[in-house]
């Protein structure tokens, strides 16, 4: 399996909701990612977890909570957001275990904030 | 500031020519260089990558070209084909593994039939 696996493909939803995007790898990666990409723009990264544990937190807004249950899943959880977060919601993963140290992306969740 | 950018916004090629896409970088300290294309509705997907100890470096009808004295990066698509339309990101990683991927404004290619 070669690939990253994201749901839902798409997700509606109010500020006041709380919603969680999922992905999902079997390659045996050590570190998966969170971006976020607006329309014409290139992907902005969101946080890092290697090895289960988040090691970077690019100073996101606490309205979005990531988790790590295990080395193949990763969430991000979403509650009060904004209608400026709507956007293409990108999971990556890589290995961690070398200088070249490929991402590869899943197909993202594009969200919609009401 | 440190960035990575790209030359054009838009490349409209006709299909059965070679695209050249190029890209910028600022930070001497990059040794690992990577391309993406985005198709639309989708996650970037990786095409070809090059390391800072090497000029060139060829895939399946793609070249990555690697200038340090400038800080320049190319990517080469040999006969292009439609399904080549798409957004190119070249994407730089300053070299331990997990480092932040910074990423280029992205490139839009159009092939013309």
């Known amino acids: 399996d070669t690939e990253v696996t994201q749901t839902p493909k798409h997700l509606v939803m109010g500020m006041t909701n709380k919603k969680s995007l999922k992905c999902e790898q079997h390659?045996?990666?050590?570190?998966m990612y969170w971006y976020k990409q607006k329309a014409k723009k290139p992907p902005e990264l969101m946080f890092v977890y290697s090895y289960e544990k988040l090691s970077i937190n690019e100073s996101v807004p606490s309205r979005f909570s990531p988790e790590c249950p295990n080395s193949s899943l990763l969430n991000l959880h979403l509650h009060a957001l904004q209608p400026e977060d709507s956007a293409l919601y990108l999971c990556?993963?890589?290995?961690?275990?070398?200088?070249?140290?490929?991402?590869?992306f899943g197909p993202g969740t594009r969200l919609t904030v009401l | 500031g440190e960035s990575v950018g790209l030359h054009l916004p838009t490349l409209s090629v006709q299909e059965g020519d070679n695209s050249i896409i190029n890209c910028a970088y600022s930070n001497s300290a990059s040794d690992y260089f990577i391309w993406y294309k985005q198709e639309s509705g989708k996650g970037p997907q990786f095409i070809i990558d090059i390391r800072s100890n090497m000029d060139k470096r060829q895939g399946q009808r793609v070249t990555v070209l690697l200038n340090k004295t400038v800080k320049h990066l190319s990517l080469q698509i040999a006969a292009t084909q439609p399904g080549d339309s798409a957004v190119y990101f070249c994407?730089?990683?300053?070299?331990?593994?997990?480092?932040?991927?910074?990423f280029g404004g992205g490139t839009r290619v159009l092939v013309k039939p």
């Open positions: 390659m045996g990666h050590r570190a």
């Open positions: 994407a730089e990683n300053r070299g331990a593994a997990g480092n932040k991927l910074t």
């Open positions: 990556a993963s890589s290995p961690w275990d070398s200088i070249t140290d490929t991402q590869y």
